[in-house]
């Protein structure tokens, strides 16, 4: 395949993994806070820092809360002005997602979020796969300004939802990008490529990042239970990022 033949999203939480999705050659990044929680919207100082960094596109998740996404009213009116807040630190897309809670598109609400990004590219998030008629949610969205899908295939990895992949894909047809997410990676991404069709792609690609040292009191722990470590964090790694992107230009599909 060649470089201009698909697109590498990666989803990042810090300012580092922003930093090596573009020195990786990433096309842009979806940006957000705490992924261990499915991703949470980010803080204006990070959309601002990243857009200050990077010539990459930075799609920035909107998601109050983590939980379900059926939002009361007062819910979206935090989405909304977080939508708000992302244009103005120089956002260049906008990640939605809104549910009713019979698992239908609740095109109300993203109609209230996508005019608020102003004209702004939008992706609507995987909420999809949580939804009770992929088929019929496909055609909902369709009729949404919306560009793309982040989906696993209503699987809990895009590997086992590989099937569906294709349907959405066939389906889409030129209306809308199908990008597969969920443990996409550098092992696995030609696979998902080959049976999906799929030619947009969504993954973390992340190694462990021990803090380097420094003076704690380690009779004091912030993190809500111990299993979760105190001091590393997972960061998105450039080169496994160069070895996804290379292993989609260098093999025939």
Not at 213 to 239: A, M, Q
Request: hydrophobic share 40%; aromatic share 6%; proline share 3%.
């Amino acid at each position: 395949m060649q470089r201009s033949d698909f697109e590498i999203e990666i989803c990042a939480d810090s300012i580092e993994s922003v930093l090596a999705a573009a020195e990786a050659g990433a096309d842009r990044v979806e940006l957000c806070e705490s992924l261990c929680e499915g991703g949470t919207t980010p803080s204006f100082g990070l959309i601002s820092v990243a857009k200050q960094w990077v010539d990459i596109d930075v799609f920035v998740l909107i998601r109050p809360r983590k939980g379900n996404f059926v939002y009361s009213q007062h819910e979206i009116e935090i989405m909304t002005k977080d939508i708000e807040a992302a244009v103005k630190a120089g956002a260049d897309g906008i990640v939605i997602g809104c549910l009713t809670s019979d698992g239908e598109i609740n095109t109300a609400a993203c109609k209230k979020l996508i005019a608020a990004a102003q004209s702004l590219p939008v992706t609507f998030h995987r909420a999809f796969d949580v939804c009770k008629n992929p088929t019929k949610a496909l055609e909902d969205i369709k009729n949404l300004s919306v560009q793309r899908i982040l989906t696993s295939g209503q699987q809990n990895k895009a590997i086992d939802g590989v099937e569906l992949l294709a349907k959405l894909n066939k389906q889409a047809e030129n209306a809308i990008k199908i990008m597969a997410g969920s443990g996409v990676d550098e092992h696995n991404i030609l696979e998902i490529a080959k049976r999906s069709g799929a030619k947009a792609f969504h993954a973390s690609l992340r190694s462990e990042k021990e803090e380097p040292p420094f003076y704690t009191n380690k009779n004091v722990l912030f993190n809500c239970t111990p299993e979760i470590p105190e001091f590393t964090r997972k960061i998105s790694d450039s080169s496994r990022i160069k070895l996804l992107i290379n292993q989609l230009i260098t093999n025939e599909l």
